[in-house]
């Protein structure tokens, strides 16, 4: 009878502790208080020195094509953020401009 109690106490307590794990427990914070953002990336990832680029880089040891950056841009003289739009709206017209589009390879004629 002891022995199923200490059972069931054992199961309930790790069960608990468990529950207790933070969504964020496998990342790391960042905050840049002289440009006042943060972000949180994943435990293993380094920062990169990167010259005349984007503020910051973490890329992940392992795969280091996985990576996340901070491009600070100024807001344009008479505009204000309002203007600009959303942060969604603002990432996607960025993504756009800033990804180049595929790029085809020519098939034997020469043709595209």
Same mark, same amino acid.
């Given at each position: 009878m002891l022995r199923r109690i200490a059972i069931v106490v054992l199961l309930v307590l790790s069960l608990s502790l468990q529950s207790c794990a933070s969504a964020t427990s496998g990342l790391k914070s960042y905050v840049d208080s002289l440009d006042g953002y943060q972000f949180l990336y994943p435990?293993?990832?380094?920062?990169?020195? $990167?010259?005349?680029?984007?503020?910051?880089?973490f890329h992940d040891l392992i795969q280091e094509t996985e990576n996340?950056? $901070?491009?600070?841009?100024? $807001?344009?003289?008479?505009?204000?953020?309002?203007?600009?739009?959303?942060?969604?709206?603002?990432?996607?017209?960025?993504?756009?401009?800033?990804?180049?589009?595929?790029?085809?390879?020519?098939?034997?004629?020469g043709q595209r």
């Open positions: 435990v293993g990832w380094v920062p990169v020195q $990167v010259n005349d680029g984007p503020d910051i880089v996340v950056s $901070v491009v600070i841009s100024p $807001v344009p003289d008479g505009k204000t953020l309002e203007e600009l739009g959303s942060p969604s709206e603002v990432g996607y017209r960025l993504s756009k401009n800033a990804i180049a589009p595929p790029i085809r390879s020519r098939s034997r004629t």
